[in-house]
């Protein structure tokens, strides 16, 4: 566990001298805070919606399906162009601590983007009187942070496939955007289209978590569809060496 | 040390290695000779833990390289042919992110330690993309050294570099070889010779030779061969060196003969009087020595004519 440690300290670090994740922070907080100024402006005044810490969140996760394959793109992908895979294969570390601790590194710099949102909620319940729902925002932030880590370790697995950034980029927007387009088709009661409403990668976030409801087996979705995602890239990883 | 039996590797269906045996001890420098595409770093990457062989098995360091892969890759250390750096890492950071990995000891002295020892004690901070090449293989080099590795593995340590960083390289590779099992490839003859205990030369994944380079020589020399030049035309000396009943082989070369005479026969004094007596001006005389350069084309020659025929 400590080569974790020690891998995830190095890419979270890495993340702060990255350029790319400079320009994916400044898309999410440029967008945010038109989309916030916009609600403020109109919005509210008009009353289509209502004073929320969640009226940041939406956006924030639409901007967040093209932003953080950006974010993991490099992870693997980089390594194996570099040749640097060669370097942590033959060090003393297992395949899926390298990928685990690259995860872990990633998901580290998107909490501290997340901690930066939190300004807006700030900002509405300064606002508002008597303050904002919190149980609902926090309920929407913990399933922020599994919805995140999922997204993060589907970007970790698209970035294990290639050498090249620019692949992994698509794949990872790939995957991401089936999934959640996958649970559009919920139209019915078919065993099909139950299943593709299980599958969607928002549903469980929008349904329940968004909703103030903080449903164990909502967040158990998350989490099994990290521990998946990790699982394959560290198989990626570990094929590389048979070829 | 290193102890290999019958590794095979395949990728798809091209045979990279075919059924190569050796073995290397403590305080021997090896050096594994052979052309490009030869099997030469995929023998390494199997040692290193890398890849595992298709077939057959290695022990390094008294672990084997498949069921014991994490033992085996503590005790190594490895510099891969392509010198992988972390360009945005200064070389104290990469050598201190590589030792925590490793879980060395000390980890701020035994860098600083290392670094003196390749001589980039002044250039720690500075980012590796920005050094030159020389400067980036002795890192790599620093890596592979830090953890104090029983096994040292270098993929062609030596290329790319100039003249005299090639000679730094090679005498830090004999300091550190005295103490350690050190295994290195080239494709340099000279290298091999000058820096090895002893060459394994192999070629499309067979072992050809493995012997010390001086027995290399030897083995294929022969008879001494004696290099003559004279003031006369070389044709005309072949033709006067040809009735000589003594001399077993008379070849022309480049501006001048090169000839043969029995084992353990010194057959120069005759050769002098021959010439003297034929009233030529003998030039020069001498011993011309089989170098390693013609053992190897020789082996791998033969083996492709095999081929051929086959």
Known sequence: ?243 | MIRAKNLSKYYGNFQALNEISFQAHKGEILGFLGPNGAGKTTTMRILTGYMPPSAGSAEVAGFDVIEESIEVRRRVGYMPETVPLYPEMSATEYLTFMGSLRRVPDLEERVAEVLTEVGLHDRAESYAGNLSKGLRQRLGLAQALLHRPEVLILDEPTIGLDPAQIIEVRDLIRKVGSERTVMLSTHILSEAQQVCDRVLIINKGKILADDTPNNLQAQLAGAERIFIRTSSDPKTLAKLLSTVAELEEVVGVEGGVEVSGPPGKDIRPLLARTIVNAEMDLLELRASKVSLESVFLQLTQEENDREVSE
Not at chain 1, 60 to 76: C, D, E, S, W, Y
């Open chain 1, 1 to 243: 566990m400590r080569s974790v440690a020690i891998i995830a300290a190095r890419e979270f670090r890495r993340f702060f001298i990255s350029p790319i994740a400079y320009a994916g922070a400044a898309i999410i907080f440029l967008v945010l805070s038109g989309i916030f100024v916009l609600n403020i402006g109109f919005g509210l005044p008009t009353g289509q919606m209502s004073p929320d810490g969640r009226m940041v969140l939406q956006p924030l996760i639409f901007v967040l399906i093209f932003v953080t394959p950006a974010f993991t793109m490099r992870l693997l992908a980089e390594e194996q162009r570099a040749g640097t895979l060669e370097l942590l294969l033959t060090a003393p570390v297992r395949d899926w601590e390298v990928v685990v601790g690259k995860w872990l590194g990633s998901l580290g710099f998107l909490l501290v983007i997340l901690a930066g949102t939190f300004v807006y909620p700030i900002v509405i319940n300064q606002f508002t009187i008597p303050g904002i729902d919190q149980g609902t925002l926090l309920s929407a932030y913990v399933g922020l942070v599994a919805l995140i880590a999922a997204m993060l370790a589907i970007g970790v697995f698209a970035s294990s496939l290639f050498a090249s950034q620019a692949a992994a980029y698509v794949a990872g927007i790939g995957i991401t955007m089936g999934l959640w387009i996958i649970g559009g088709i919920r139209a019915g009661s078919s065993a099909f289209s139950q299943a593709a409403a299980y599958l969607g990668l928002l549903n469980h976030y929008y349904d329940n978590l968004y909703q103030g409801v903080l449903d164990l087996t909502d967040l158990v979705f998350y989490f099994s569809l990290t521990a998946l995602a990790l699982f394959l890239a560290s198989q990626v990883v570990e094929s590389r060496r048979w070829r």
